[in-house]
T-cell receptor, first 110, second 113 residues
Framework: GQNIDQPTEMTATEGAIVQINCTYQTSGFNGLFWYQQHAGEAPTFLSYNVLDGLEEKGRFSSFLSRSKGYSYLLLKELQMKDSASYLC???????????FGTGTRLQVFP | DGGITQSPKYLFRKEGQNVTLSCEQN?????MYWYRQDPGQGLRLIYY???????QKGDIAEGYSVSREKKESFPLTVTSAQKNPTAFYLCASIPGNRNQPQHFGDGTRLSIL
């Protein structure tokens, strides 16, 4: 079967660091994507991992372990504008379809 | 500027009515996708098309239909058979290199009158 799990909600304080976890089970694997989505808007691309390890892009980093079926998105120096939903998506290697998790709603407080 | 254009932004459907959501892209992308998003939920795949004149059902295709007569256009029709159409609909496209992220349109919010 295909399954992607993320926490439903998280809260954090402005200036802090937060880690959003994603675990997945798919029949095949061909890359993992993280998207940010503000309420009522389309998702915007944040990061892509296909090999194990850490990808860093400014305040955002993403980590992948294929053997564990696990990824996390790390957000540093949190800002109020980071309050949004964060979607984990896995590309199924057999069908080439992108399978989305239900998203993690992050609220940043002053 | 290149991008994906969805229209309309808001759409209302009467009982028993078919409505069509437009999706146009000028990115020269081969593959196009339609997703449905319900409040507090992730994206679920309705239909996708990898080349012109060909498309495949996604996970929730019942009550929907699509066409892909041109590379730039991938309209979605929500038929009267879809009994719960109220949702946020997102169109996406991707170039031939599948390692690239999907580009999304701004979405269409569909409600029942």
């Amino acid at each position: 079967g295909q399954n992607i799990d993320q926490p439903t909600e998280m809260t954090a304080t402005e200036g802090a660091i937060v880690q959003i976890n994603c675990t997945y089970q798919t029949s095949g694997f061909n890359g993992l994507f993280w998207y940010q989505q503000h309420a009522g808007e389309a998702p915007t691309f944040l990061s892509y991992n296909v090999l194990d390890g850490l990808e860093e892009k400014g305040r955002f980093s993403s980590f992948l372990s294929r053997s564990k079926g696990y990824s996390y998105l790390l957000l540093k120096e949190l800002q109020m504008k980071d309050s949004a939903s964060y979607l984990c998506a896995v590309r199924d290697g057999n069908t080439d379809k992108l399978i989305f998790g239900t998203g993690t709603r992050l609220q940043v407080f002053p | 500027d290149g991008g994906i254009t969805q229209s309309p932004k808001y759409l209302f459907r009467k009982e028993g009515q078919n409505v069509t959501l437009s999706c146009e892209q000028n990115l020269n992308h081969d593959a196009m996708y339609w997703y449905r998003q319900d409040p507090g939920q992730g994206l679920r795949l309705i239909y996708y098309s990898q080349i012109v004149n060909d498309f495949q059902k996604g996970d929730i295709a019942e009550g929907y239909s699509v066409s892909r007569e041109k590379k730039e256009s991938f309209p979605l029709t929500v038929t009267s058979a879809q009994k719960n159409p109220t949702a946020f609909y997102l169109c996406a496209s991707i170039p031939g290199n599948r390692n690239q992220p999907q580009h999304f349109g701004d979405g269409t919010r569909l409600s029942i009158l």
